[in-house]
């Protein structure tokens, strides 16, 4: 650029700056003998030449001209601006093929772009000249980027017939040749592979031998990548899974060691759609612990996995590194949840989670005390899970409804219609509640007797006052004290009747006139309260037994206490 004249350097700015030029002015430019100034002038005119006929007309003779030139940069980006000139299809398709087969590797990539380029407005032309085939034969490159730009225009010119076609040969060729390619290059191969299925194992296990290698990449979209392919082969043989895995666990604990946190992100989040991984990855655990330095992503990330390479000997310290993330403002919802999950491995486990969340339902924040409260629920009763408890209500109602509507002529009685409705949701048999220590219960009541909690989960209190009435003796006082802040939505008042019956099942003698009252209510209450109303009453009339397994009421655990066992 030194030797460039003062003129032409204003109008090579001009040029980069995409302001508007005269056409003699590019031609005086493309005629240059400079080498970066000719490549600047071929980028313009491949994007103007669609917007200005004459800038296409003028500059044709010379890009052909070009794609003879000495120098291979010159020659590609001869030929990337040709193959956008309109018009003149037929001397373009000559100068690619040419391209295709130039000794210089920058040429020959040009020449597999410039096809897509010319595909773009001259579709026709490149599936009847022959590039197709040429691009093909492309794909045996010594080059691997020619490889890649090859598959790349191939994939895009036959989009309509489903892309490139992987037959025997191509996958065992570029599978064999994966590791010469770049990261990106090397995942989008792999990721190609998916489209081809081995026909015999002799072929799949050929596959996989050439596969471990890549499998050890330290690079973790390639290591991705190369895992998905090995899913995808051994879909047939889920046994070689275990192998797979111990093959990866180096690699993987060497990426998450690096402390990079969108690498580790990325390898973290798909370690969790790789299922059971605690056999191989349990020993090592302390890869995946979060760090207070973590942003806040990489926490929930890290959250989530953790119950997966948990096992009996860890997951007490697992629960102990917790811990001090279930306050923390970024993940404390993740890490309760993560609490919860390691909970269910052993009963040490299951006590060191119930004392923790002991202590979060009396922190002041609501917000935690709610995900600590929907924790609890989730160990104790996993039958019915928090967020499915209104849908499947919802569900009930209707079957009842429908019930009803296509029972009246026939005139039958409500409990026929009730052992209608129990049957088709085909509900199962409710197992006992746990024995949930005193003071895990005071906390409880504490935190749903909070005003603060109940505005900002009121459905949630509502599901754990029914859940544990059995437990709680004041269950009663606080349905009184819920029930205006529950009749401000027609969801929420419709929950306060179920949690209403619930707690009668528990303790019939204190709630007879507070369900009487809450019934009456709602059944003047046209839309959802009225429905659940309905049910209430239906499954109330089938007697405490069948009651409990329409209304999804529990009973406490009869087993005997600690101490009477130890007498």
Known sequence: MASVLPEKRKMLTKMVSKEPMATSDVVELMASHDTLVKKITCYHVADQCSQNADLALLTANLLLKDTSDANPTVRSASISALAALPGIEE???????????????????????????????????????????????????????????????????????????????????????????????????????????????????????????????????????????????????QHLKKDMLELIHAPVCKILSRNIPETSFLMVEFLQTLGDIREVFGSHYKYFLVRSKDPGYLKTQKLKVLPLVSTDSNVCQLIEEVKPFCSDYQSFREAISCLGKLALMNSAAYKMCLSTLEALLD????????????????????????????????????????????????????????????????????????????ELITAVTRAISRSTVQEAAPTLVLHA?????????????????????????????????????????????????????????????????????????????????????????????SCPSSEEQTA
Do not use: W
């Open 91 to 237: 001397s373009s398709v000559r100068a690619i093929t040419t391209a295709l087969s130039d000794q210089a590797a920058m040429v020959r990539r040009a020449g597999a772009v410039a096809c897509m380029r010319l595909h773009s407005h001259a579709p026709q032309v490149v599936l009847e000249c022959g590039l197709v085939n040429a691009l093909y034969e492309g794909i045996r490159d010594s080059d691997p980027i020619v490889i890649t730009n090859c598959i790349l225009a191939l994939d895009t010119i036959l989009n309509n017939e489903g892309g490139i076609v992987v037959n025997k040969n191509i996958a065992h060729y570029l599978l064999g040749r994966v590791m010469q390619f770049s990261d990106c290059n090397a995942v989008y191969v792999l990721t190609l592979l998916l489209r081809y299925t081995p026909k015999n194992e002799e072929e799949i296990f050929a596959m996989l031998n050439a596969l471990d290698e890549i499998l050890t990449s330290k690079t973790p979209a390639v290591l991705i990548a190369s895992v998905k392919l090995f899913l995808h082969l051994t879909k047939d043989h």
């Open 465 to 557: 006052l029914g859940t544990l009435a059995a437990y709680i003796d004041t269950s009663h006082d606080i349905v009184e004290s819920i029930s205006p802040l529950s009749l401000a939505a027609a969801s929420t008042h419709a929950d306060l009747v179920t949690c209403a019956a619930r707690v009668f099942l528990a303790r019939p003698a204190q709630m007879q006139l507070i369900l009487s009252a809450i019934l009456t209510r709602a059944l003047k209450t046209p839309g959802p309260p009225a429905s659940r109303a309905a049910l209430v009453y239906g499954a109330l009339m089938e007697g405490p037994e069948n009651a409990a397994y329409l209304l999804r009421a529990f009973t406490k655990c």
């Open 363 to 438: 922190v002041p924040t609501e917000r935690v005390v709610v995900a600590a409260l929907e924790c609890l629920l989730t160990i104790i009763s996993p039958d019915l899970v928090m967020e499915n408890v209104t849908p499947a209500m919802n569900s009930k109602v209707e079957v009842l409804e429908g019930a009803v509507a296509k029972s009246e002529p026939q005139g039958e009685d409500i409990n026929q219609l009730t052992e209608k409705a129990k049957q088709k949701l085909k509900i199962g048999p409710l197992r006992e509640l746990p024995d949930l220590p005193k």
